[in-house]
């Protein structure tokens, strides 16, 4: 658990790499519409031996930890370059 702006300022999953293309702002503010244009990670920063396949990451912020603010659910896949064959 940490805060939200925490979170997409830490350097770990290359979230300020993913945000660049974004107008997202810390504080937030109330009744601003916040966009990712072609978010995307940088896979140096990912952790090392995920499983190849087809993922699905899903991300719930909530408020006192009761009531969903809003969720993110980003699918994606790892596939692995064979530098051997």
């Excluded at 519409?33 to 995920?50: E, R, S």
């Excluded at 993922?55 to 692995?80: G, P």
Aim: proline share 7%; with cysteine; charged share 15%.
């Amino acid at each position: 658990m940490m805060g939200v702006c925490s979170f997409f300022l830490s350097k770990d999953y290359d979230i300020p790499h993913m945000l660049s293309n974004s107008n997202f702002e810390c504080p937030m503010r109330k009744g601003i519409n916040y966009c990712v244009y072609k978010g995307f990670p940088n896979a140096t920063n990912m952790p090392p031996l995920i499983p190849e396949g087809r993922w699905k990451l899903q991300a719930v912020f909530m408020y006192l930890n009761r009531y969903i603010m809003w969720s993110v659910d980003w699918y994606t896949s790892i596939e692995y370059i064979n530098i051997f064959g």
